[in-house]
Structures are given as structure tokens and as C-alpha cells.
């Protein structure tokens, strides 16, 4: 028996774990209490991790499917089958017509990014897509035009704030999103000890609700307009702090006027003076931080709503203070090192919609038209790297279908799940506890600065491979494929950069972190981070502006155009009928701490306990349409409908309903071997595909009209 420590790598806390191992096998895992950020926390998805390494269903060796149903092949050959289908599809159609999807668990492995992206790049396609686009775009398109890079994201200095504002956000079941936050619960009960006050807005009385000192219910879809008040009562009473490196405050004054808290509390749904009161103590307190995530970002404005935080923050002087929003100071800093890119938004335009890229990626909300649309440049392949696109984006049910109807697919999965089971071969990677790890991303969005470098705890199933290695071994066939393609198209092609490409695909993960470890400021390495298994604390993060900004003149203006454009819309909620039409209802989403996106429904120790996917709704709402509690309904929007049974709930505001995602197995006939009790429908199947937040095309999957009826 051996004892082992690591991270977890299921979310975007980055808890550190302490393994138990005997015989080749994880027998117990706990949270490790020397780990400087997480310091012994852990959730009940950690536990899972021995399930996952465990289950039958996970996938070891590649599969193809065939007439008979699925048959094992060897890797060789399907590499083989592979690359035959992505360069046929290149030679025969264009680069284009290979489409690509980068699911979430992509940030959560070291070898997706090491080796995943140059892979991608290959394939020089422009019909990228991602989580981000389903997700967390409108911060990296804020970031990208206020601070000169995607990735320069201000995190709540949680430990040291006085006063901590969160819209849409709820950490207690997601454990922290756009802000690396182990144990979150612990932060709130310091925070309130030394003083502190955390004020939540969300249109469900939330479990981080209820941990906070108020809460208040904001109807869905209008906290741009709460945000606008809040920055409008700043101006108007004068409790401004800004720094002499910020432009644009005047004109943000004459853009707010009209949102004053009169004005914009019947639609929001909150007092006139509670709105003045917040802005009055969050600007009045001593450091404070407003923090906004997925209920503010997959809505109709998600980068006014993100773009309007920045503003209170940097108001009221709490940008860049200790206790206000701060940078990072990882050890591999993605930003300084030029590792990411700043990011460029709406060079080009997607087909069918003509909505912008940002960062080389089209927003998901159109994946569907690309595949489905005829004509040149139609997407005839796709190739899905962890992620389950038919369960996690609007227009499930289409998709699906579209899904099937490729010449070509390649799903990089351990499971066969909604998506891959289109795929002619699925390529599984081994599972995190058989690979090294280092979280290039999540250390960069932590409310600390730590780095650890965790060696794979367990060895590789006979006959498995690392993600890392599926890339190289593929990547390296698909350039000498390309290579003797017949097609000089496709050879001028081969350019330089993908020369580089292929010799960073040779360089292990770990030798790729060592490097930039070492090449850091820091002089770290891999084998001095592994002297200290628990993990390396680099200490708070600290004040760095204007040095930090990666804007051209080192200043941050206000005054965005393309999001101030939209705030006639934001404005014209005011006048028209925002508030959904007789008998409508809006639909909201909904995470829980025992589920995780689409994956992870067949581990019983995780998924134990009472039903979750009913859609909650107002009690009072359910009264009016004679709909009994547990009742069956149907729920419809304007792209479809669902059946569902409701959950009666006084945490929802009246008015508004929530249904989780990630569900909708049973669809499918993917057959797992372990008894899943997780049932209901994908809410994905009526979600909308053509909402999308009119700046930068982010899915709204918040704040759905809906009707429901009883069955
Ligand atoms: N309506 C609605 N839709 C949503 C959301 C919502 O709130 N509401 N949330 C959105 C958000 S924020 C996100 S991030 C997306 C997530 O949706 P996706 O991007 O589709 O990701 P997951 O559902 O996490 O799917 C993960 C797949 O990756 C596989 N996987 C897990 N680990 C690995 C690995 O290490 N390697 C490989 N190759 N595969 C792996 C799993 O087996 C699973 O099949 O969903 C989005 N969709
Ligand atoms: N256990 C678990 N943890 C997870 C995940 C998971 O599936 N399960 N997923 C991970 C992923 S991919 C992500 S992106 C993060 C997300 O992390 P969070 O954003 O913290 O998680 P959500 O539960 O989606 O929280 C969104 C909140 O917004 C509220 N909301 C909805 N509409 C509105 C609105 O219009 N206005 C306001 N103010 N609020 C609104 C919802 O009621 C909800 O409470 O969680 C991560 N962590
Ligand atoms: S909170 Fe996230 S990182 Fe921590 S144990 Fe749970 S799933 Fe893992
Ligand atoms: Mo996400």
C-alpha cells in the first residue's frame, strides 16, 4: 500500500487529493489537507474517480462501429480509418468541411492541451467550435477588448474581501467557475467572521444563497439593467475611485442616465431602493467584488452583463485592489509567455448566419447550420474531442440527427455517449488517474497562486494509450498523409508552422511543462514542484496594473463599441414587453454537486439519492394551472418540447422554472452497464439555437420563454 498525492481534475476547483493504492488500484481518496488552495476540501465527484477507473463501459481500446454494433479494433487501424477520413474529407471538399468540437473536459487535461491543440491546428479548419461558445465567451471577448487578452481575467480576491457580490453564479453546487475556489464554503464562513458580507442574485434561492447574508430574485435575462443602476448610482452619488489609467468614465455617465433604479426595478423585480442601497454599500465598502458567471454569460446579454461588472468594479477603485478583483501570478503564465494568444473577434464570419468568430472559433449555437445547411463549405466531417454536443448545445434533438447523417466522425472519448455513438471510431484516452498532471488553465483563474505537478497515480490498462500519445501518433500520420495527397491544394498547406507543430507533438506533457517551468521566472522545474507533493504556494495574488494590461497603451477604456451598441436593446427591455407574454413562463438552468454536464451519470456512488432533473416551479405558478405537484408536463419554447415532471419549489421566483442539463440518456439506447436511476430530458431540446447574446453570439441558455402544461 502506497499513499499518492495529486489534484483532481473533474472541475475547475483543483482539489488536492490524497490517494490510498494497493494492487494497482485507488482504494480510497481523500482531500489532502496539506494542499495550499484547497486545503483539504473535496466534494463527492472526487470519490467517483475509483468508479470511473473501474467501469466496464469505459472504453480502453479504440472502437468502430460497424452493422453488428460496436467491435474493438487495434490502434493502428484506427489511426488508419481516421486519418483516411479527415484527409478524404480535406482533399475532396476543402479544409472547412472537417468540423471540430473541444468539450469542456479539454481544459481538464494536461495532454488535451499540450498535445490536443497543435493536433487541432493541423487540421486548419475554421469550422471550430467549443464549450466556450456555450459558456464563458462573453468574459474572454470582455477580457479581450478591455485588457488586451482573453485570458487577463480580474479573480475575486475572495479571501480578503469585505463585501462579495455574485450574480448568476452558484459556487456551493459548482464549486467555482471563472475563479479556481476550493472550498468555497469555508471562504464565506471567514468572509462573514471577519465582517464580511456576500450578497447573491439569482432567480432561484440557491444553495450559495442560502449561505449568504441576502439574497435577492432578479427576474431572468435583466441584470444588464441591474448592473447599469448599480454603475448609475455610483456615478450619481459621486462614490467613484478610478484609476488615472482608466478612460471613458463621462461617457459611461451620459450611457447609464437612463437606467436609473425607478426606472429598471419593475423589470428587474427588485426594489428601487434595494438597488440603490446595494451600489450604495458596495461602492461605500472598504474593498469589494462584483463576480458574475453562467446566469449572466448564456443569456440575451451576456457581454453587457460581464462587460457592465468590469465597470462597477473598476469604478468604484475596486480593480486591482486587495479585496476588489485581482490577476493571477501562475507559475506557467499563459499570458506574459505568449502561450495563449490575446485573441481577435469577428475577422471572419460564420457560412450560414454570418455571426463573428472570436478566436479563430464560431459560436456552437450555429454548429447546427453548418452541418445541416447545403451548399460549399458545408461541414461533411467531425471530428469531437470530450464533449457530447447532442446533450450540451441548443438544438439537441437536430443535431442529433445531423450527427448522424456525416460521411465522417471521430469521437475522442472514453464513453460511448449521445454524440460519439455517430462516430465511426472512438478513440479513448486513458482517465486522469493514469496520466501526470498540471493545470496550465484553472491556475491561472485561482483565487491563489499554487502550482503542483501531480505523476499519473495509477499505470496505464495493458493495450491503453494518454491523450497526449493519441495525438502525436495521429497527428504524425495525418501530416505524411497530407504530405503524399495527390492534391497540391493540400500541399502548399504544410507550412512551416505545422513542422513545429509535429516536433511539440513528440515532446512529452511532462517534458513540455518542465520546460516552460523551468523557462519561468520562477526557477521551478517539474522535479522541484515534486518535492513538494502537496503542492507550492506562490502566495496572494497581488496588485499589478497598469503593467499587467496587455492593451497597446497600457490604459483600459471604458467605452467598448460593440458592446455599448447593444445597450439600446438592454434599454428597450425597459418600454417593450420584456416580461414574457400571458401564461409564459422563463425557464432558467440548474447545476447540483452530484452531477457533472453530461458525463458521470453512471457512477451510483456519485448519482445515489433522490431524482434531480424536474423542472422546479413556483408553487403558486403551478396552482394557477391546476398542475399537481410530481405531475407530468410538457414543456415548450420556440424550439420545441419536453416532457417532464415538475417539482414544486418556493426557492423559484415566481414566474420562472428551472431544468438542468446534461440529461436525456434514455434517448439514446447507449446501453451502460451500470443500472443509471438518472433519467429525464435533455433541456437541450428546447433550447434555442438561433437566441444567441447579439454580441458575441454566446448561447443563451438562460431565461427561456416557455409554456407548460399538464400531460
Ligand atoms: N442548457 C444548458 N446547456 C449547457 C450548459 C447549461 O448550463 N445549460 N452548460 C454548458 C457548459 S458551461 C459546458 S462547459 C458544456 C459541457 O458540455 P460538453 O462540452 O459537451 O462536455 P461534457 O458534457 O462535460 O462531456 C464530456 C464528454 O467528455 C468525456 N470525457 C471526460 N473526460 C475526458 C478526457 O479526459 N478525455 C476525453 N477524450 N474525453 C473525456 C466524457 O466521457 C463525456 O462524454 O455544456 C454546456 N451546455
Ligand atoms: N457539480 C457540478 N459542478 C460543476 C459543473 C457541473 O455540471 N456539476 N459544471 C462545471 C461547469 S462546465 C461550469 S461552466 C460551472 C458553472 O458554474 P456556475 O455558474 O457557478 O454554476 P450554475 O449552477 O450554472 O450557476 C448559474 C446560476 O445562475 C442562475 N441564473 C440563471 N439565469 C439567471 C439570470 O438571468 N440572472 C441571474 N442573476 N442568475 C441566473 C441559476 O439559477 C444558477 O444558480 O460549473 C462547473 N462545476
Ligand atoms: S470540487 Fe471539483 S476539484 Fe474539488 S473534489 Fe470536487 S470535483 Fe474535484
Ligand atoms: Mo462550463
Not at 507533438?505 to 513538494?532: I, M, N, Q, W, Y
Not at 445597450?567 to 454537486?593: C, E, F, K, N, Y
Request: hydrophobic share 40%.
Amino acid at each position: 500500500m502506497t499513499v499518492e498525492f495529486g489534484t483532481c481534475n473533474l472541475c475547475e476547483a483543483m482539489c488536492g487529493l490524497e490517494f490510498t493504492v494497493e494492487d494497482n488500484a485507488v482504494t480510497s481518496i481523500r482531500g489532502d489537507k496539506k494542499d495550499p488552495l484547497s486545503r483539504g476540501h473535496i466534494c463527492p465527484k472526487a470519490l467517483s474517480l475509483i468508479d470511473l477507473h473501474a467501469d466496464p463501459d469505459r472504453l480502453i481500446k479504440p472502437v468502430r462501429r460497424t452493422d453488428s454494433g460496436w467491435q474493438e479494433i487495434e490502434w493502428d487501424e484506427a489511426y488508419r480509418i481516421v486519418v483516411d477520413g479527415l484527409v478524404s474529407t480535406r482533399r475532396d471538399h476543402g479544409a472547412n468541411a472537417v468540423g471540430i468540437y473541444q468539450g469542456n473536459p479539454n481544459v481538464h487535461s494536461l495532454g488535451a492541451m499540450t498535445h490536443g491543440i497543435p493536433f487541432t491546428s493541423m487540421l486548419r479548419t475554421r469550422n471550430r467550435y467549443s464549450a466556450t461558445s456555450l459558456d464563458q465567451l462573453p468574459h474572454q471577448l470582455v477580457n479581450h477588448l478591455m485588457y488586451g487578452h482573453q485570458l487577463v481575467l480580474p479573480i475575486p480576491d475572495i479571501d480578503r474581501t469585505d463585501f462579495f457580490l455574485v450574480l448568476g453564479g452558484n459556487p456551493m453546487a459548482s464549486n467555482g467557475s471563472m475563479m479556481t475556489v476550493p472550498d468555497f464554503a469555508q471562504r464565506v464562513r471567514d468572509l462573514k467572521a471577519r465582517g464580511g458580507t456576500l450578497v447573491v442574485v439569482d432567480p432561484r434561492r440557491t444553495e450559495t444563497a442560502d449561505v449568504a447574508d441576502e439574497h435577492h430574485f432578479v427576474r431572468p435575462g435583466t441584470d444588464a439593467l441591474l448592473l447599469l443602476a448599480l454603475v448609475n448610482v455610483v456615478l450619481e452619488t459621486g462614490a467613484t475611485r478610478v484609476a488615472d489609467y482608466v478612460d471613458g468614465v463621462s461617457e459611461i455617465a451620459s450611457f447609464v442616465r437612463d437606467f436609473a433604479p425607478e426606472a429598471v426595478a419593475p423589470v428587474v423585480g427588485m426594489a428601487a431602493e434595494a438597488i440603490t442601497d446595494l451600489a450604495t454599500r458596495f461602492a461605500g465598502a472598504e474593498s469589494a467584488v462584483a463576480y458574475g458567471r453562467m446566469g449572466v454569460s448564456t443569456q440575451k446579454f451576456g457581454t453587457v452583463c460581464q462587460w457592465a461588472i468590469q465597470v462597477l468594479n473598476i469604478l468604484t477603485g475596486n480593480l486591482d485592489r486587495v479585496g476588489g478583483a485581482l490577476l493571477t501570478d501562475p507559475a506557467i503564465d499563459l499570458v506574459e509567455r505568449k502561450i495563449v494568444g490575446r485573441g481577435h473577434f469577428d475577422k471572419w464570419r460564420s457560412r450560414v448566419r454570418d455571426l463573428p468568430e472570436f478566436a479563430g472559433e464560431f459560436p456552437s449555437s450555429t454548429l447546427v447550420d453548418e452541418m445541416t445547411t447545403p451548399g460549399d463549405g458545408r461541414i461533411r466531417a467531425m471530428a469531437v474531442f470530450s464533449g457530447n454536443p447532442v446533450l450540451s448545445m441548443p438544438g439537441g434533438d437536430t443535431l442529433d440527427q445531423a450527427f448522424a447523417d456525416l460521411d465522417f466522425m471521430v469521437s475522442f472519448d472514453f464513453y460511448i455517449n449521445e454524440t460519439s455513438r455517430h462516430a465511426d471510431v472512438i478513440l479513448p484516452p486513458t482517465m486522469s488517474l493514469e496520466r501526470d498532471h498540471y493545470d496550465l488553465i484553472f491556475s491561472t483563474f485561482a483565487v491563489r497562486n499554487t502550482a503542483k505537478f501531480m505523476p499519473a497515480v495509477l499505470p496505464k490498462k495493458p493495450g491503453a494509450k494518454a491523450d497526449w500519445e493519441i495525438f502525436r501518433d495521429l497527428g504524425i500520420r495525418y501530416q505524411a498523409a497530407l504530405a503524399q495527397s495527390p492534391v497540391d491544394r493540400v500541399r502548399r498547406r504544410l507550412s512551416p508552422k505545422s513542422v513545429v507543430a509535429e516536433a511539440r507533438l513528440r515532446l512529452s506533457p511532462r517534458r513540455t511543462v518542465d520546460a516552460l517551468l523551468r523557462s519561468g521566472r520562477k526557477g521551478l522545474s517539474v522535479r522541484a514542484l515534486s518535492k513538494s507533493p502537496h503542492g507550492t504556494d506562490l502566495g496572494p495574488l497581488r496588485p499589478g496594473l497598469p503593467a499587467k494590461l496587455r492593451t497597446r497603451d497600457k490604459r483600459i477604456q471604458l467605452v467598448q463599441d460593440v458592446v455599448v451598441g447593444d445597450l439600446p436593446a438592454v434599454h428597450d427591455m425597459l418600454t417593450t414587453a420584456s416580461v414574457p407574454a400571458d401564461g409564459q413562463l422563463l425557464m432558467i438552468g440548474r447545476r447540483h454537486l452530484r452531477s457533472n454536464n453530461s458525463w458521470m451519470h453512471n457512477t451510483a456512488r456519485l448519482t445515489k439519492g433522490k431524482p434531480r432533473h424536474q423542472l422546479l416551479a413556483h408553487p403558486d405558478d403551478l396552482r394557477a394551472r391546476g398542475i399537481g405537484d410530481g405531475a407530468l408536463v410538457t414543456v415548450t419554447s420556440a424550439a420545441g418540447s419536453v416532457s417532464i415532471e415538475v417539482l414544486a419549489s418556493d426557492r423559484m421566483m415566481p414566474g420562472v422554472v428551472s431544468m438542468p442539463h446534461g440529461f436525456g440518456h434514455q434517448r439514446t439506447g447507449v446501453e451502460l452497464s451500470v443500472a443509471s436511476t438518472v433519467k429525464g430530458p435533455s433541456v437541450n431540446d428546447i433550447t434555442d439555437p438561433q437566441q444567441v447574446d447579439a454580441v458575441s453570439a454566446n448561447a443563451v441558455l438562460n431565461g427561456i420563454p416557455v409554456t407548460i402544461a399538464a400531460v
